[in-house]
């Protein structure tokens, strides 16, 4: 029986290896088993114990039939010929394994029907409200930072950045098809369902970035729709929203002055940016185009809006999140803590590449079902044809959205 | 009692036309293509499900290899997102619709009326409809791929997603036809099957006698008379939305999507249930045989057969859990989802204590029951997991749950119907597969599933979501993906050697199975086996039994071979010859062949396209339509001269040695 404990110690390792692989947070930022937040704190809380039954029901099942084929083998043919005892069933053991997981599940069943009370606790008026608009295939966030019930203050996608330590009450919508908003870190995930709007309550325990991605099957991008949620320390945080409300400024530069107008003429039939006039008004003076833009109410089914561009510079992604902004390399962060604002870190670290080939041909770098221009029903956005020079000139313009 | 005068008295062969229609003269043929497109032989068309189910399962096996080469590594760039979404989608529908459902309608068209001792179904043309009718969908579904691309929207088909404005290609449109119409083929199966049970048992075959596998395909096809017709319901709204401009599904004109929802998967559900009860069936009938015991327990078996069949329909929503019914509603199909645990956990249990103080034999057939047990355990308690709703909401949408119905429905469903193939072989095709070929498949198919889902566990709780063409690096997924994707090509091996297996045992068709040493002269009997299809010759004869044996006990034929002696020792009591029909009957009445379910068949894909693409094709198909159904109403159910043979009027065979008179043979269809 010298075979049997080096088998044993093989389980064990790979079992350790399984354990292993499965538990580096690091290597897995999207994982479902390392909550930084009480609401996934509460779901881990309830599971892992379940995991622990149906650990310990594996192993009994599993080594039952073990046992059983082993022990109660047929040595042979011959063997197989003796009859064993014809027992037709046993009604007090049937009945005992009937009543016994009934048992263990009515347990758990208490267990989980209380945390699913407790999970759909409205969360307290002083919460961040925020509401989400899934479409295909990014998310907006819109905060209702004055607490007046109007999600206007801060429109802006991609990132959602929240305070630290605060419950974040989530008004999640659709503006196409069903998405799902999930950051695992966080909370569980809830459907984003066109003509609905469904509640999720998140709170960040720690500053830091929580990744997740859209969850419910919608379309060409569905694995492209990802989610990126930014805690900062409760100061950061309102200095990050009050950056947010500065009105938008026309920029000074000549090459961004041609972005502006290049903007203007090309990109405002979807995007917006929040306080902008148009250039040909020669600024500030034009109370028409001054109008607040209003995304329609209805659900039309189609996407026709696109991300709001106020202060892009301040987000760290683009693209439904797909590219990110900003190169993060070791000389880019070498530049101080916040690189990403300075005009060093902009100029040397901002991720030139992809936003040139995103503008120069967007649909060559996610799938999209733009059209061959900007359409009603296109979705997502279509090659505009701009030239060199007006990439340059955008570009310059974008840059200085911060 | 005269055998050839059935209870219509059509008179006799003389006095009616063979050709009712003045079209075609009615098929006679017993060989060649002719005579299988239009036979209405339960045996027969079992097996053109079979096949059919085969030929499909290569088509959605390949489009499941496409899927691991594409995730093997991140940024995969085999396939575009956009064919990504057409193959997922199609693998799921294939698997589901065209592979595991008809995987086990092949069993129980073959082997319920063997079972409960009928020589037919109690509607052989209607059968016959079915198949075709199943044949037709997977075609129409499948010529979407020929026809500018498969559905895009995923099998759960979500609206709006599934709208015109999302998906303008004719993908989901085919996806819609070829499921309506394979529903037609459940709806009308089920039908028969029901109404073949619960009326033409063997003398003496009271319920309760029945064997498991009947008693499970009868649950099943309870499952499939009440859950297609949801399903066909919501896919009506679909086709009217994306073919005629209705608005069911039209959020901006006040449509809720979750309707759909709740539809699909009220559907859904029981459909899950539809997939694994006739597996269920296959190993409580293949581990008694292997155990040299009864089933333990057949009372519990049966009832949480019916347990799992009632309750199937209260969990529906367990499906949504993340989409925002609210807490009462999460709540409740959390409950009931655990609860459904119960009777499924007393089936483990029980198969486990049927082996238990038994002597086993561990061969093919064998070897895949266990497998079942043990895999669809595994499946079993990850889905208890996500009845725990909160856990459900980080799990759903997931790999984790991918891992989860694989387990089910490969580990449990598909292994069950191999072990099933290996057992019931040589009883369909009079020749056995090499069962060690059959134990080393095993080998490699147990290892190459956990390979492929195994990981996905790990993948679903590391957070990366289903229906995803591409994922990226540094989330942890790479190692675990390319594990999966080595185990899917293993499972391809063994599925090849498992055709390798049928090929060369084919040729070898003349070696006979061992059985306790001796070869034997008939393959009547090969696993010393225990209800009534192994009391007939293999392959079973066209007319099924000489005479319909009367059944006095559950197991009826392992107990005409066994009993007590007087020191109440159990011992053989009779040689298997002895109690084994011959199949060499004569004059027995069957129902006669007909073109006729083919033609009505045949007009429904017409009707199918004129819907996508020219309404004139629905003419044309429609009338084609009448035409079979006037043939088929004009058409007697079977020729009054028709036998299974050319000798009609003969004297009715000898009563066989179990003492039944010839009394009981009779007219194998009812009514048609």
Redesign the interface.
């Known amino acids: 029986m010298t075979r049997r404990p080096r088998l044993l110690k093989l389980t064990a390792l790979l079992f350790g290896l399984a354990v292993v692989a499965t538990s580096c947070a690091d290597d897995a930022p999207q994982t479902t088993l390392k909550p930084k937040g009480p609401k996934a704190d509460t779901i881990n809380d309830l599971i892992n114990p379940i995991f622990g039954i149906a650990a310990v029901v594996f192993v009994l099942i599993m080594g039952g039939a073990l046992y059983v084929a082993y022990r109660f083998r047929a040595k042979d043919d011959t063997d197989f010929d003796d009859f064993p005892e014809q027992v037709h069933g046993n009604f007090t053991l049937e009945i005992g394994w009937t009543i016994l997981p009934a048992l263990i599940l009515l347990i758990v069943g208490v267990f989980t029907v209380v945390t699913v009370f407790d999970l759909a606790k409205k969360p307290p008026p002083e919460a961040l409200q925020v509401e989400i608009i899934g479409q295909q295939w990014w998310w907006e966030y819109r905060y209702d930072i004055d607490g007046d019930g109007t999600y206007e203050e801060i429109i802006t996608a991609n990132d959602l950045v929240i305070p630290e330590d605060r419950e974040i009450s989530l008004h999640i919508k659709s503006r196409d098809v069903i998405h799902s908003w999930w950051a695992p870190a966080l909370n569980g995930k809830r459907d984003a369902v066109p003509g609905r709007t469904h509640p999720l309550t998140i709170q960040a325990d720690r500053p830091g970035e929580y990744i997740g991605q859209c969850t419910e099957f919608c379309g060409l991008s569905h694995a492209e729709m990802r989610i990126k949620v930014v805690a900062l320390t409760k100061d950061e945080f309102d200095g990050w929203a009050q950056t947010q409300q500065v009105p938008f400024e026309n920029p000074t530069d000549e090459r961004a002055q041609a972005g502006w107008s290049a903007f203007a003429g090309q990109c405002t039939s979807c995007h917006r940016i929040t306080g902008m006039t148009d250039p040909a008004s020669g600024g500030d003076d034009l109370a028409s185009a001054d109008a607040p833009f209003e995304y329609p109410e209805a659900l039309d089914q189609v996407s026709g809006a696109a991300p709001n561009l106020t202060k892009f510079m301040s987000r760290s992604t683009f693209a439904g999140a797909k590219f990110d902004l900003r190169k993060d390399t070791p000389e880019c962060r070498a530049l101080g803590e916040n690189w990403a604002y300075t005009e060093e870190g902009l100029e040397r670290c901002l991720n030139r590449t992809d936003l040139e080939a995103w503008l120069r041909n967007p649909p060559a770098e996610k799938a999209m079902a733009a059209g061959e221009a900007a359409a009603p029903d296109s979705r997502g956005m279509p090659n505009l044809n701009l030239s060199e020079d007006q990439i340059d000139d955008l570009v310059a313009f974008l840059i200085t959205l911060k | 009692m005269s055998t050839t005068d059935g209870p219509l008295a059509l008179g006799t062969g003389g006095a009616l036309t063979t050709r009712p229609m003045g079209v075609f003269a009615r098929p006679g043929e017993a060989k060649g293509w002719r005579s299988w497109v239009t036979t209405v032989d339960h045996k027969r068309i079992g097996i053109m499900y079979g096949a059919a189910a085969l030929f499909f399962f290569l088509i959605g096996g390949i489009e499941a290899l496409l899927i691991r080469l594409q995730l093997a590594a991140p940024d995969g760039k085999l396939l ?3 064919l990504y ?1 057409q193959v997922f989608t199609m693998h799921g529908t294939t698997m589901i619709f065209l592979v595991v459902m008809p995987i086990g309608a092949a069993f129980m068209n073959y082997l319920m009326p063997l079972q409960i001792g009928a020589r037919d179904v109690a509607f052989p043309r209607l059968n016959a409809f079915s198949f075709w009718c199943f044949l037709g969908g997977g075609i129409v579904l499948n010529s979407s791929w020929l026809l500018g691309g498969g559905a ?3 099998w759960f088909m ?1 609206a ?2 599934s ?1 015109v ?3 303008p290609t004719h993908g989901i449109d085919f996806w819609n036809m070829g499921l309506l119409i394979t529903g037609i083929a459940s709806l009308v199966g089920a039908i028969n099957l029901i109404t073949t049970v619960l009326n033409m048992r063997a003398p003496g075959m009271t319920l309760m006698k029945m064997p498991v596998f009947t008693w499970m395909s009868l649950v099943t096809q309870f499952l499939l008379l009440f859950a297609i017709p949801v399903l066909t319901a919501a896919q009506f709204l679909l086709m009217f939305d994306r073919l005629f401009d209705a608005r069911f599904f ?3 004109a ?5 309707l759909w929802e709740h539809l699909f998967w009220i559907f859904g559900h029981p459909e899950v249930y539809i997939m694994i009860l006739p597996a269920f069936g296959v190993i409580s009938e293949i581990i008694p045989v292997f ?4 089933i ?5 078996m049966v009832f949480s057969g019916i347990a799992i069949g009632f309750m199937g329909w209260g969990v529906w929503a367990h499906h949504m859990f ?3 019914i ?2 009462i509603s ?2 409740a199909f ?2 009931s989802t ?2 459904i ?3 499924t ?2 089936k ?3 198969w ?2 049927t ?8 061969s093919a057939p064998m070897m895949y029951s ?1 497998g079942l ?2 895999m669809f ?2 499946g079993g ?2 889905g ?2 996500h ?12 790999y984790y749950i991918v891992a989860h119905f694989h387990y089910v429905l490969f580990g449990g469903a598909l292994f069950g119907f191999i072990g099933g193939w290996y057992f019931w072989w040589p009883k369909v095709f009079g020749y056995a597969l090499n069962d060690r070929a059959g134990k080393i498949n095993f080998w490699i198919l147990l290892v190459g599933f956990n390979l492929t889902f195994g990981p996905m566990h ?1 993948l679903g ?11 990226r690096d ?4 790479n ?2 993906n390319l594990v999966s994707t080595i185990g899917a090509f293993l499972i391809a091996v063994s599925f090849l050697y498992f055709f390798w297996n049928i090929y060369s045992s084919r040729r070898q068709a003349r070696a006979l199975v061992k ?3 001796q070869r034997l002269t008939t393959l009547g009997d090969p696993w010393d086996g225990r209800s009534l299809e192994w009391m007939v010759p293999s392959p079973t004869p066209v007319h099924n039994f000489d005479v319909i044996p009367t059944v006095t006990v559950l197991d009826e034929f392992w107990h005409r071979k ?1 009993g007590e002696d007087e020191n109440g020792r ?1 011992v053989r009591i009779a040689a298997t010859e002895e109690v084994s029909q011959k199949g060499d009957a004569l004059g027995v009445h069957l129902p006669s062949p007909s073109y006729w379910p083919l033609v009505l068949a045949f007009g429904l894909p017409w009707i199918a396209y004129g819907l996508i693409y020219n309404l004139w094709f629905c003419v044309f198909g429609g009338l084609i339509v009448v035409a079979g159904m006037y043939g088929w109403v004009m058409e007697p159910s079977s020729e009054p001269g028709d036998h299974h043979d050319d000798h009609p009027h003969t004297e009715p065979h000898p009563s066989d040695a179990s003492g039944e008179t010839a009394a009981t043979t009779e007219e194998a269809a009812l009514v048609d």
């Open positions: 575009s997102a956009d979404n895009d929207g995923g979500y709006p997603n709208g404005i999302f998906s039209d959020v901006s006040g449509a809720d999507p979750l155990a040299r015991k009864p333990f327990g057949y009372p519990f993340a989409s925002g609210g807490p999460v709540a959390s409950v655990m609860f645990a119960v009777p956990g007393v483990i249990l029980n486990l204590a082996m238990w103080g038994g002597k086993l034999r561990f266990i047990v043990t355990t595994i308690l990850s208890v997991t009845a725990v709703s909160p856990a459900d909401t980080q799990q759903t949408d997931t790990i709780l590391q957070g990366m979501p289903r229906r995803v063409y591409t994922y540094g989330y942890g997924f190692l675990w059985v306790k040493g066994y159990l």
